[in-house]
C-alpha cells in the first residue's frame, strides 16, 4: 500500500494545492450558527466546487459521471480534504454513498439514469426512512407496510430518526410486503418521491439543540411499482447493500480530521484559566497522551483495513472493529474537550454547521459523540458482531 | 501505511510458527512454577538464526519474532539478543540471552539476568556491554513469568565495552520489544480465554455466549490488535516517537486485559493449575520494566509538546475558531 501511495505524491500535491487555493479560510466563521439556509446554501456551493475539479464523487464510476479514481487516490484525497480543516459534505451523506451503493448494485438502468445524474448536479436530496418507533437495532421487525394496487403500492406506517429529510428530495425507504413471512424475508425497498401526498413529516429536537432528524408519518402513500429497487421480499438484501456503503472511506477521513482537531484539544490545555495557569498539568497531559495514542491506534487500525480493502480481501469484521474503536474515542475525545478548561468548555455555543465531530466546540462535539454510539449499528451490535464472527463466540440464544 | 506482511516475512512467520507449534505444551515437571524457560527453544532460535532477522534483514522482522514467539507458553529471551543488541550495538558480537538494564538499575533484580551471557546497560547518550562471569548473579525468587537475577556484587565496569552514541537506540527498540512482546502475550491469553470460555458451561451454556463476557472479551481483543499494529509500525519506522506510542498504548490497556481475563476464567484462573499466569504475569513483568503507562504518558507530553503544548506537524492548520 505504501508503494502504491508513494507514486501518487504528485496527485496529493495537486489535490493540497487546489484545497489551498479553493477551500475559503473564513469558511469556519461563516458557518459557525449558520441558518439552514445558509448551511445548504454553503453544501451546494462546496460540492459544486469539488465536482468542477473532479473532487465531488471519488469513488462514484466515470461512466455515472463520477472520478473513477483507484482505492488509492481516493485515500489521497480523502487524507488531504481532511487535513486540510475542509468541511464534511453532511448534506449529501445519504445521496452521494448510499444512493450509488444501493442503485449501482440493484437498481434498474431507468432508477440509474433518472437518480445518478441529478444527485451530482447538487440539486437532488436524499434521506433514508429504515428505522421506525419500535425497529432500530432490530431492523428487521420494522412494521411500516406497503401493499400492492396494481402498477403501485400503497404504504402506511412510520420511520423515524430520518437525518436530513426535512431537505430531502427522496427518501431510501424499506417497508414490509409480505407480513406472514419471516423477519427478514418479507421485506420491500423503494424509492420514495417525498412530494408524494400523504407524507407528515416532524422535525425532532435533538439535546444539543438542533433539529437534524425527523420523523415521517405515511398515509396511505402511493409508490409507483418502478421505484421498487430489487426484487419483491428481498428488500433486506438491498439493505445490506446500502449498509455496507456507509462503511468505505469515511472512517478514514474521520480518523484522518481526529488527527487535526486534536491541535484544537491541545490548542485550549495551553490558555490559561482564571488563576492565569495553563491547564497543562500532569494529569491534563496523562489524559492528552492517552487521546493521542488512541487516535494513532485509530490510524493504524484504519490503514490496516483499507490496506485489506487494496488488495481485494474480504474485510471481516474490521469495519466493527474500527467503528467501534472510533466512537469510543471520540467520546472520551470530546469528554476530554468539555472539561478542559473548567467551566468554561461547558457552555453549549453555536453549531459549526458542517463541521467535523471535532470542531472545538466541546460541548456541542460531546453531545454529537453519543450518536456515534448508537447510529449506525450500535457499539453494542458491533461487538455482538466482531464476538460472533470475529472471536467465533457462541450466538446468543434466540428469544422464546 | 498497512501492516500486511509481504511474502518474505510470511515465509519467516510461517517457518517460525511451525517450531513454535512443538513447543506449545509444557513438560509435566514444570507445570506448576511460576515460570518456565524454554531453553531448547531458545536454542533452536539461536541455531536457525531467527535471533539475527534484526541485523540481517531488519528491525520488522527482529520484531515480528519477538512478537511470536510471546504468545509462546515457555519464556524466551528475544528482545535483548534479537532486537536491542543487534540494532543498538551494530558489530557487537551475539550468542545467547542478552538482558538489559540501566545504569542507575544494577542494584535492582533485572528480568532474564539468570540466563543471560551479556548485559547491556543502557548508560544516558551510550551503552555498556558487560559480559557476564559465572557465579556474579543470584537469581531472585519471583513469581514473574521470568526468570530474575541480582548481582551477588555491585558489577565492575570498567571492562565494560562502550558503544557511544547508542543509549537512544537501545531506548527505543527496548520500548519496542516491550511492545511486540506484550502484544504478543496479550493475544495468547485472550485466545487462551476465548478457549475457555467457548467450552465452560453455565446455566446450561457456554459462558461465552453471554454478552456482558462477550463484550469484554471484544474490547480486549480491539486493544490486543491495536497494540500489535503500533508495535509493527514502530518497528518498520524505526522512529523514538513511534515507539513511545506502542510502548504507552501497549501499558495502557493491560489493567483491563488483566482483570478481565481472570475473571472470566473463574476460579480456575487464580490457580497455577490453570496456564494463564504464565502470559498474565509475563505482561505484568514486561509492564513494569517499561515503566508503567503513566510514565509513559507523561514522557511522550514531554517529548513532543514541551515547547507549548502543539503538535509539530499540524502548525500549518488555520483552524483557529472565529
Ligand atoms: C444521529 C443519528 C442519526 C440517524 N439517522 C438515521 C437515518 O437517517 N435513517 C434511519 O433510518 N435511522 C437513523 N438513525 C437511527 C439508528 O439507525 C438507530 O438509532 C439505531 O439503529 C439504534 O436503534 P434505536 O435507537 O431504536 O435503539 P434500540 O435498538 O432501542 O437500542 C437501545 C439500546 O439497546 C441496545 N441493544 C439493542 N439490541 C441489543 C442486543 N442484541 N444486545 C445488546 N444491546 C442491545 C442498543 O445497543 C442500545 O444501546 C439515526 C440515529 C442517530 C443517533
Given at each position: 500500500m505504501l508503494e502504491e501511495l508513494q507514486r501518487l505524491e504528485p496527485f496529493r500535491a495537486e489535490v493540497r494545492g487546489w484545497l489551498a487555493a479553493n477551500l475559503p479560510s473564513d469558511w469556519r466563521r461563516r458557518m459557525l450558527g449558520a441558518s439552514e439556509a445558509d448551511h445548504v446554501a454553503f453544501q451546494e456551493w462546496w460540492f459544486g466546487k469539488l465536482m468542477a475539479a473532479g473532487y465531488g464523487a471519488p469513488h462514484w464510476p466515470a461512466e455515472w459521471g463520477g472520478s473513477g479514481f483507484s482505492f488509492a487516490q481516493q485515500i489521497v484525497l480523502y487524507e488531504e480534504i481532511a487535513r486540510a480543516g475542509a468541511p464534511r459534505l453532511i448534506h449529501y451523506f445519504v445521496a452521494l454513498h448510499h444512493v450509488p451503493g444501493t442503485l449501482l448494485h440493484w437498481g434498474t438502468h431507468a432508477q440509474r439514469e433518472r437518480h445518478l445524474p441529478a444527485v451530482l448536479s447538487g440539486k437532488e436530496i436524499w434521506c433514508q426512512g429504515f428505522s421506525e418507533p419500535n425497529a432500530g437495532s432490530d431492523l428487521a421487525s420494522l412494521r411500516t407496510r406497503a401493499v400492492r394496487d396494481g402498477d403501485h403500492y400503497v404504504v402506511n406506517g412510520q420511520k423515524t430518526w430520518s437525518s436530513n429529510a426535512h431537505h430531502a428530495q427522496f427518501c431510501l425507504l424499506l417497508a414490509r410486503t409480505d407480513p406472514a413471512a419471516s423477519k427478514s424475508r418479507g421485506i420491500s425497498y423503494f424509492i420514495l418521491d417525498m412530494k408524494t401526498p400523504g407524507i407528515t413529516l416532524r422535525p425532532i429536537k435533538q439535546m444539543t439543540g438542533a433539529s437534524h432528524f425527523n420523523e415521517i408519518f405515511l398515509d396511505d402513500v402511493r409508490i409507483p411499482a418502478e421505484n421498487l429497487v430489487g426484487p419483491e421480499n428481498e428488500g433486506w438484501k438491498v439493505a445490506q447493500s446500502t449498509l455496507s456503503s456507509e462503511r468505505g472511506l469515511s472512517i478514514l477521513e474521520l480518523a484522518e480530521r481526529m488527527k487535526q482537531g486534536f491541535a484544537l484539544l491541545l490548542a485550549d490545555a495551553r490558555v490559561p484559566g482564571p488563576d492565569g495557569?495553563?491547564?497543562?498539568d500532569a494529569e491534563t497531559r496523562r489524559r492528552l497522551v492517552d487521546i493521542h495514542v488512541r487516535i494513532e491506534a485509530l490510524r493504524v487500525l484504519v490503514n490496516n483495513q483499507l490496506g485489506a480493502v487494496l488488495r481485494g480481501e474480504a474485510l471481516g469484521v474490521a469495519p466493527s472493529i474500527v467503528k467501534l474503536y472510533y466512537s469510543d474515542l471520540l467520546r472520551d475525545f470530546t469528554r476530554l474537550g468539555a472539561s478542559i478548561r473548567g467551566i468554561e468548555s461547558q457552555h453549549l455555543e453555536d453549531v459549526l454547521m458542517g463541521g467535523p465531530n471535532e470542531t472545538g466546540y466541546w460541548m456541542q462535539d460531546y453531545l454529537y459523540s453519543w450518536a456515534w454510539t448508537i447510529s449506525g449499528g450500535s457499539s453494542e451490535i458491533q461487538r455482538n458482531i466482531i464476538a460472533e464472527r470475529g472471536l467465533g463466540l457462541p450466538r446468543e440464544p434466540a428469544a422464546a | 501505511m498497512d501492516f500486511e506482511l509481504s511474502e518474505d516475512q510470511h515465509a519467516l512467520v510461517s517457518a517460525l510458527q511451525a517450531i513454535l507449534e512443538d513447543h506449545s505444551q509444557i513438560p509435566q515437571s514444570a507445570r506448576f512454577d511460576s515460570h518456565w524457560c524454554d531453553t531448547d527453544l531458545q536454542a533452536q532460535l539461536e541455531d536457525m538464526g531467527f535471533l539475527d532477522a534484526a541485523r540481517e534483514i531488519g528491525g520488522l522482522e527482529g520484531a515480528l519474532v519477538v512478537y511470536e514467539t510471546a504468545r509462546v507458553i515457555g519464556a524466551v529471551e528475544t528482545i535483548g539478543r534479537g532486537l536491542v543488541a543487534p540494532i543498538a550495538c551494530p558489530g557487537l558480537e551475539l550468542s545467547g540471552p542478552v538482558a538489559l538494564a540501566r545504569r542507575d538499575g544494577l542494584h535492582l533484580a533485572i528480568r532474564n539476568l539468570p540466563i543471560a551471557r551479556m548485559l547491556l546497560i543502557e548508560d544516558g547518550a551510550d551503552v555498556l556491554v558487560l559480559d557476564l562471569a559465572d557465579g556474579v548473579v543470584e537469581p531472585v525468587e519471583t513469581i514473574l513469568a521470568y526468570p530474575y537475577g541480582r548481582f551477588a556484587a555491585p558489577p565492575v565496569l570498567d571492562d565494560a565495552r562502550r558503544f557511544v552514541g547508542a543509549g537512544e537506540a537501545m531506548r527505543k527498540w527496548w520500548r519496542v520489544g516491550l511492545a511486540a512482546e506484550i502484544a504478543g502475550a496479550a493475544s495468547a491469553a485472550i485466545d487462551f480465554t476465548v478457549d475457555y470460555v467457548r467450552t465452560r458451561k453455565a446455566f446450561g451454556r457456554p459462558i461465552g455466549a453471554f454478552q456482558s463476557v462477550q463484550h469484554r472479551l471484544v474490547q480486549r481483543h480491539g486493544y490486543a490488535k491495536a497494540a500489535y499494529y503500533l508495535a509493527m509500525r514502530a518497528a518498520w519506522s524505526g522512529t523514538a516517537s513511534d515507539a513511545q506510542v506502542a510502548a504507552c498504548h501497549a501499558q495502557s490497556g493491560l489493567k483491563e486485559l488483566l482483570f478481565d481475563l481472570h475473571q472470566f476464567n473463574g476460579g480456575m484462573g487464580m490457580t497455577n493449575e490453570h496456564l494463564l499466569h504464565f502470559w498474565i504475569y509475563r505482561a505484568r513483568a514486561l509492564q513494569a520494566e517499561a515503566g508503567g503507562p503513566t510514565r509513559a504518558a507523561l514522557a511522550i507530553a514531554a517529548a513532543r509538546w514541551d515547547d507549548g503544548l502543539s503538535e509539530p506537524e499540524e502548525r500549518h492548520l488555520s483552524m483557529a475558531r472565529s
Open positions: 495557569v495553563p491547564y497543562d | -
